[in-house]
């Protein structure tokens, strides 16, 4: 019971960090084509991609502290989409070596 407790949490964590990734992509990808046209180029991109930290306002979150707000959009902006990328990594070594295994066992 425990261990389908723990998948569920991480299918769900692993869900949101999906989201969050395809929005780093996204920001990406505007920077590169919009921004790095209309302005000073390669430096437009990054400003794109360090705003959630420079102006966290833009996700429209309205905390108390400025601190939490500041950490809630690091967390959304740089940490979710790593783990993202870290944990399909896992995921796929894992998916790999118990077919390997499998493999062997017919």
Same mark, same amino acid.
């Given at each position: 019971? %425990? %261990?389908? #407790?723990? %998948? #569920?949490?991480?299918? #769900?964590?692993?869900? +949101?960090?999906? *989201? =969050? =990734? &395809?929005?780093?992509?996204?920001? *990406?990808?505007?920077? +590169?084509? *919009?921004?790095?046209?209309? @302005?000073?180029? /390669?430096?437009?991109? &990054?400003? *794109? &991609?360090? $705003?959630?930290? @420079? ?12 601190? /939490? ?7 959304? $902006?740089? &940490?979710?989409?790593? +783990?993202?990328?870290?944990? @399909?990594? =896992?995921? %796929?070594?894992?998916?790999?070596? @118990? ?8």
């Amino acid at each position: 019971m %425990k %261990k389908q #407790i723990e %998948k #569920i949490i991480f299918g #769900i964590v692993y869900g +949101f960090s999906a *989201i =969050f =990734f &395809l929005g780093f992509v996204v920001n *990406i990808v505007h920077g +590169f084509i *919009i921004h790095m046209h209309e @302005t000073d180029s /390669w430096r437009a991109v &990054l400003r *794109i &991609l360090a $705003s959630p930290v @420079t102006d966290p306002a833009m996700f429209t979150i309205h905390m108390t502290n400025p601190v /939490w707000s500041m950490l809630l959009a690091i967390i959304i $902006s740089y &940490l979710m989409p790593a +783990f993202f990328c870290v944990a @399909t990594y =896992f995921l %796929k070594q894992d998916y790999l070596e @118990t077919h390997e295994n499998s493999r062997f066992l017919h």
